[in-house]
């Protein structure tokens, strides 16, 4: 099924909502405006509609290959790259001085939600890439960043994140790759790396490999890893690419999903390159023994968009679901009818389109949200205004990706499930969101990983400062829903939001006292559902946000809106108190299952 | 990896639980003792561990293959299903009447979850001829009894459910195969059918396929449908093989998962058999125009097995992933370790563990307690016990299959996490359980018409008297809890219980009032919460019964129950409340979603 760009719903957040209006004015954007994200929303749109979301279901079937080293990707992506380059789309929300189009973060959120909708095999490459220029931007020499960043943004060459190896996965203590030092103050890289994506492919001329390891004598576990710029071919004075390093592709991962995007393993220094010997040629980027510092600002960057992958599939997932649902007859209607109906004429189907919309529309008011605060950390004027907005932006990062994504996989389950047995057919395309989807919970860090994150660097640290920011502005929307007292729908949200805020706060109050103390084990047996309690009331916020925004409107989209306000009220809202009931029960919880444990 | 039969929890069920003790004084279980159930399940254990577990991962590799009308099922299959069929597994609960071994079907329903946790694929085809052997069993004919129940026991014929059409899915009114009566009292049967599991294959003689059709000037709708017996190849008198019938596989289908169980599109009368001619020749089972009831009694032994299906899947899943948290060494303790230690030591690793066990055993208890009120509606002396059972095992049915199905892809989908980037990747076979359990909640009707029927037949039809005695003996259950009052955990699982009960009997008065209002959309917005709220309380007050249980023991196996069962009082009776929250809400759901109707 062809792909549409919501955009009336992300205009709904950038206009309505007010996220643009915060943004613009900001020093650095002068030479935006409301017609110029216009203008660069409705390309972004025809683009990924006409030229990307096409390839999905070949690059699915196709697979990238291997071949001798060698990765074919699937037909038409090394085109549909080519014209993503010539767009300037790489360099969207990147500065201006490498030749980036300094745009804010709100807007790249939305196009980048776009291409991933239209084909998250194909954006994985932008997305990675994204990550590569942040990290040389804020840790590279100069020359670095002169050398890689603007063939980068260029879309001529393209960036990697090479972390994870056979033994170190979550836990990038273990890693082992070694950085032997040469006297030209360059380094011979060894070892072996898993799981890269685009590792290896046939779109762009050069790869800039960014890779993790330890130079001789550096301490153990993670205060010893330092980070390499490994390009695929050295690059001459001049720009122009050399000798082919000592970085090979010995195969790609069959997977699950995400077919079209080659999951490579790299081996560095295993001699097959005649040009320059045995060991990749490897350059360090910043201080020795930094590199996790600097891989996080390429993790940090690359989380938050791929929540942005999650709420992609999830819209992706609803629009073929909902166009399904009205072609597809089937059961006389509730009431009564002359014959069959459609099948969004039947309650069932109606609570689950509506399940995918209130996650979907949810998740993305919350990232946009977040996009607005990075804007303001990074271009307002006013230094206490970029460090709070600062502190909200890091907060939100992990329920951007752990929400964003875990609502992905149930998203494009339900889409299944609205299909019936069509779903399961591979042919229908539904199948293929659901196998995607899943990755997303676990790759730049499981949701496990993110919990973690959010429990000690964004609750903990700060006393739970930003935490119960949120609790009194989700308790002033309520009050401003009070209000509408004769609104049996806003009174509604009202109720609901108000009992999700107060198991929230609970929540947060529970981490914060069982911390304190000392009993870890019970406050990280709920971790995951506290991230994910606060994803729901997030969302459950924006939404009610939403609802009051769409007072005064009658056309059928602000009906829309608040209807799906309400129905999450109703329908998801509740999952709050039930997870909140399972933080509190930490400590009962990790005594019971003592039992499990080996150490 | 390998799989091993929970002989432990199924005993625990069977004897703690009290199951075999009610049901092997039955009469018709003469025979059957302690002794020979264990037996059986030993049996049964290693026949599925060492013949079907090992064709799990081959079959998925390899697919079944049409070729010109033929299927070949993946290699070991047919030596497999022979082996099956030596061992007179097909007959286990079937009357020995015709060759069955009369079983309590709380026995059949353990060694059934053992096949299909070896192997679902493998496993449908057993599963279809059971429905096949049930329907002919109570619409057939003597003669049709005769002719086709004891080939289908032996395991030399297999059968099949010829419902679903192009235009049919969900909606079988809309069913328009055409049977054309003959004169010797035989049809002609015409038409085409889709999703026909093992509608073709090559692991035995004779396949019965059982058919929806219309007979000329029947009542539209269905209530002029018919049921038939299409044989692949005709019967001769003396039980040989005669003429090849009218009816051929024109293609498989390309699944998301079970690819090694062949679902087939059916063409009925198409003329491609020279040797009968055109029209596929089929017997009409019982009275014209009452097929689909007939087909209801197979359904609904089939929508207890799928049920048994999710359980199994789950089981599987969890085998796996527990696993690899013992294997998988990542990350030192939470508490401090000299290195990094298997993850299963980690919070988040046990909550998805005990997740995935909570929610496996908790299905696992209600689906054996179903099958002993199912025993004691069959076999019980006394016509009132026999007529209660059956209403508590009807009521249980669509909970059985819509609860343990839903879990299935979560408790699937759980398993990939525990496997992080591995997981993803399909050589490490928890992906496989991911894609083969997304079909459970869709066959044999989905989640949402196994709710319309637990809504509509098994709550209001009797005014919820069925549902009201659970709540009694569920709070009876929290009395009991309460006595062990110096027992921190058991006073939990009473607190939770209670909370829990109390929202399903709000739900169950919601619904009740709701449809006596006849605001039947606000009752249906809700009808699948409800339903998996009912799920989530009936498993959780067996494992709060199967705590009570576990009070006097030491041994690991009760430890480890118990500790289950505070973990799903914690984690997941808190479900409960937040789901009868959105059923609660159906009236202002409706109404908010009116928007979607489209007549």
């Known amino acids: 099924m062809s792909y549409k760009a919501p955009i009336e719903d992300i205009t709904f957040n950038l ?87 300094g745009f804010p973060k709100v807007v790249a959120a939305a196009t980048s939600e776009n291409l991933n909708a239209a084909n998250l095999s194909f954006s994985l490459c932008p997305l990675l890439t994204d990550g590569a220029i942040e990290a040389i931007t804020q840790a590279g020499s100069r020359e670095q960043k002169e050398t890689y960043i603007p063939p980068m943004l260029e879309g001529r060459w393209t960036g990697t994140m090479n972390l994870t190896e056979p033994q170190a996965g979550s836990d990038l203590a273990l890693v082992n790759a070694k950085a032997v030092p040469q006297d030209d ?34 301490p153990a576990g993670i205060k010893g890893i330092s980070l390499f710029i490994v390009p695929k071919f050295l690059v001459n004075e001049d720009g122009s690419l050399g000798k082919r390093n000592d970085v090979w592709c010995a195969s790609l991962e069959e997977k699950l999903g995400i077919n079209a995007s080659p999951t490579a393993v790299l081996l560095f220094g295993s001699g097959k390159s005649e040009e320059v010997g045995e060991g990749a040629i490897g350059y360090l980027v910043g201080q020795e023994n930094q590199g996790l510092q600097y891989m996080f600002v390429m993790m940090n960057a690359a989380r938050y968009n791929v929540g942005i992958q999650g709420i992609a599939v999830s819209e992706r997932a609803l629009q073929q679901a909902r166009q399904y649902a009205q072609d597809r007859v089937q059961s006389n209607a509730l009431e009564g009818s002359a014959g069959p109906v459609p099948i969004v004429n039947h309650p069932d189907v109606q609570r689950m389109l509506t399940t995918m919309r209130g996650l979907t529309e949810g998740a993305r008011a919350v990232a946009m949200y977040a996009a607005r605060a990075n804007d303001l950390s990074v271009n307002h004027p006013d230094e206490a205004i970029r460090v709070s907005n600062k502190a909200v932006y890091e907060y939100l990062v992990p329920i951007v990706k752990g929400f964003s994504t875990e609502n992905a996989i149930e998203v494009a389950s339900l889409g299944v499930q609205v299909h019936g047995g069509m ?14 989807a899943r990755i997303l919970s676990i790759y730049e860090g499981t949701t496990a990983i993110q ?149």
Chains 1, 2 share one sequence.
């Open 185 to 218: 103050g360059s380094y011979r890289i060894f070892g072996q790396k898993i799981f890269i994506t685009y590792g290896e492919h046939d779109m762009a001329e050069n790869i800039v490999h960014l890779v993790l390891a330890r130079t001789p004598g550096s």
């Open 451 to 599: 919990a973690n994150d959010f429990v000690g660097r964004k609750t903990l640290r700060d006393g739970g400062a930003v935490a119960k920011g949120f609790v009194k502005s989700m308790h002033e929307t309520v009050a401003e829903l009070k209000q509408y007292a004769n609104s049996r729908q806003l009174a509604f949200i009202a109720a609901q939001l108000e009992i999700a805020t107060r198991a929230y706060e609970a929540s947060i109050d529970y981490v914060l006292e069982t911390a304190k103390a000392g009993n870890m084990r019970a406050v990280f047996m709920g971790s995951v559902p506290f991230l994910m309690l606060s994803g729901y009331v997030h969302a459950g916020w924006q939404l009610a946000r939403a609802a009051l925004k769409c007072q005064g409107h009658n056309e059928a989209f602000y009906t829309q809106k608040q209807s799906t306000a309400v129905f999450y009220a109703a329908h998801l809202l509740p999952r709050v108190s039930a997870l909140s009931a399972a933080v509190l029960a930490g400590d009962l919880a990790q005594e019971s299952l003592a039992y499990l444990k080996t150490v």
């Open 423 to 436: 779903g399961f057919i591979e042919e229908t395309g539904a199948a293929q969101y659901y196998r995607d």
């Open 15 to 101: 206009k309505d909502m007010g996220l643009l209006g915060d943004v613009l004015p900001l020093p650095g954007f002068e030479e935006v405006s409301e017609d110029v994200v216009e203008a660069v929303l409705e390309e972004n749109a025809r683009f990924v509609e006409e030229v990307v979301a096409p390839l999905n279901v070949v690059g699915d079937r196709e697979h990238s290959v291997w071949n001798d080293g060698q990765v074919k990707t699937p037909q038409g992506f090394k085109e549909a790259f080519e014209i993503f380059a010539a767009g300037g789309w790489q360099g969207l929300q990147h500065d201006a001085e490498h030749g980036g189009q």
